[in-house]
């Protein structure tokens, strides 16, 4: 099972249809479950990433998380240290952000391999 933050925008659409068509499962969590329809094989769940109390079920049974936006959201908010050990903690599994991702890869990056 997959969980899906930003699923009715651009991203988040695309790779909802992208995992369905992999025969994954998929959850989408969003403040407003009834403004958008999804497909049925689609788990819709209320949630929102600002309230980290509202996470826990959307991150039940989950394998992995696509958190769109995270890193924006924190800066506007300053939650993403609330949000990140709460998916730890439910799920079991180390969470960062995409910025954190990126700093790691760029510093592992060599310009003397290209």
């Known amino acids: 099972m997959f969980l899906i933050t930003g699923g009715t925008g651009n991203v988040g ?9 992999a025969g994954e499962r998929v959850r989408v969590i969003t403040r407003h479950p009834g403004d958008r329809s ?32 995270l890193d924006q959201l924190a800066a506007r908010n ?22 954190q991702w990126a700093a790691s890869r760029a510093a592992e990056f060599d310009p003397a391999s290209l």
């Open 13 to 21: 659409a695309n790779l909802v249809r992208q995992l369905l068509d």
């Open 38 to 69: 999804f497909p049925d094989q689609v788990e819709v769940v209320p949630g929102d990433l600002t309230r980290p109390e509202t996470l826990p079920p959307a991150l039940a049974g989950v394998d992995g998380a696509f958190l769109e936006l």
């Open 78 to 99: 300053g939650t993403t240290a609330q949000v990140l050990p709460t998916v730890e903690e439910v799920t079991g599994r180390p969470a960062f952000t995409y910025a």
